[in-house]
DNA sequence: CTGAAAGCGCTTACAG
DNA sequence: CTGAAAGCGCTTACAG
């Protein structure tokens, strides 16, 4: 029915292992040769089937991708998509597919991920950096197959993309320390995620840098619920605070909601900034100012150096880290007495 | 390396043939011999390679799809996002992967199928209708692939899964109405949508039953921006409005954006509602009450019936039409003068 | 530069 | 109920 390889050999008169390499783009075949079946393929309007060519090869053309689903969350988080997104198009861009897979917890990944690579349905992967425990990552890497982690994890040995959580954490200080605040409350997820910290600490550096207690720092989990929960505890504790920094996109729903039930008027009463931007903080009243994480350039990154892996390259470093960028909205009031517009 | 159908024939003392039957479950074989094998393959984790499979069965274990991704859109409108995890959820349970794809137009659609198709490189395709050219399903049917579209599309010899868009406008048409308001007006999507045409009848018919002229209906792009104008037009428009109905959730954010812009508080002057949900519509003050589409249903039941189509079934009714249901919240206002708190 | 041939790991009639 | 064999459509050393 459709046709194959031994179609175009005998249209051509070659043998089947010489338009195979020019399929492959192999040396080794005459220019004039090539040219006949390169027009010949295009013609036909001939594509390989994927199949015979992944076991002949021993690849399977597909990167697969796998994504934590945890309650309401995964997909819905805007993060997970536009990242998802990003890698598709390099992924297509270099004639692969992308096999997409979803994860409920740990251990899903993990079974995911085995029947992945066991079925050899995959020739590399790109993971969350967050569900991934730290066995899982030592089976991968002595399995030696091709992977990176979106986020850094704490085995040194994995190839990871990350964001500059540090250093945007540090900007997004920085920013509500010019716009003269001063008690400023971090609002952020479980301590046990690196980035979690890497945030805490930026915050924490500019903080004491200018004098200031960065003791304000609050945990809780993902949960719009919790986040509320939590901010309405933290402002009775600290009525002081003029402003809430939340580490996560997530959080900041709950700040909102809190805020509402409170009474509170945002910005005139509490200034808000996020860590990670969202297409909906464009939407509330007031946009809400966000470190953006730039999520499609990490994503383009992670394929990127996925294929060099999956092409067989070592790179020398491990992790590539972006640089974040301050999305300035109004959901953050200047405090500045000396403030006098021009 | 990895363990394959040879390694466990040798073990179990039989053919290829045997152990191939086992692991497709076919009849003929004995039970003891069936018992052995199994055990053998569980013992060894034994997962068939896939190419090889695929190469011989003429069969990729893969199921596509391909979402539509238009400018900020696709994936992150929540929509998508579900359905896409709906429909891996089925996929996986059957040991099939799912192969994701997006396209940026209908042109993107089309060339994204064909080298599906001609690599084999999936089964069958699970495709959002709107995107979809008229050509292009002639062109996949055709081809005889199986496909089913979420959404119906003008050509009656798709198979398709569709939520009552007709029936879930006249349930909050009918809502509107019990909550006492009688000059609504609803926003939606453009007129080419089948979907949209739907909903303005569900609309038509409830207002019209009632005596009420079903004139207030304005079509604007999926943007916030265009929903946001619109908004403002309409309310300058038909002042006496009490009530918008947004026919899509995209739609939703730009009444908001425009609610806040002229002052109009909601629900306190404006009732709003929609035809679709969303997550953070229980985030919005006030939360958005809304017609649930049952996303996970749809994509759930698309892919059940791709299957049936996979295995070669040939369903009698094309269409499946799923039934909505009202997420009533506080977004709507009591208008009834003769209401009285019991 | 090109061909002939083996082989990738399965499935599936066909015999028995 | 089971085996032997052909074949799926490619790739890739190996010769020449």
Redesign the interface.
Known sequence: M?ITIKDLAKLANVSKGTVSRVINGSSGVGAETRQRILKLIKDL?Y?????????AAKR?Y?IG?IIP?TG?Y???S?YW??L??AV??QV?ARGY??????ARAQDDVASSYR??L????ADGLIIGADQFGEEHLAELLTMDFPFVTVGKTPNNSVYYVDVDNRGGARQMTEYLLDQGHRKIALLTGPLEYPYVQERIQGFSQVMMAAGLSPHQIFHCPYQ?QAAKEKTKDLLKLFPETTAIFAACSELV?GV??AA?EMKIKIPDDLSLVSFDDH??F??F?PEITAVSQRINEVGRTAAERLFELVEGAVPAQKGIVLSTEIIVRRSCANRCKSSHPH
């Open positions: 459709a309007d594509q390989p089937n994927i199949s015979a060519r992944g076991l399977s597909n991708m689903h309401n995964s997909l819905s805007s998509s536009a998802l997104t598709n198009e297509m597919n992308l096999l997409f897979s979803t029947t992945i066991k079925r050899r349905c719009i729903w909102i909601k509402q297409p909906l464009e939407v009243s």
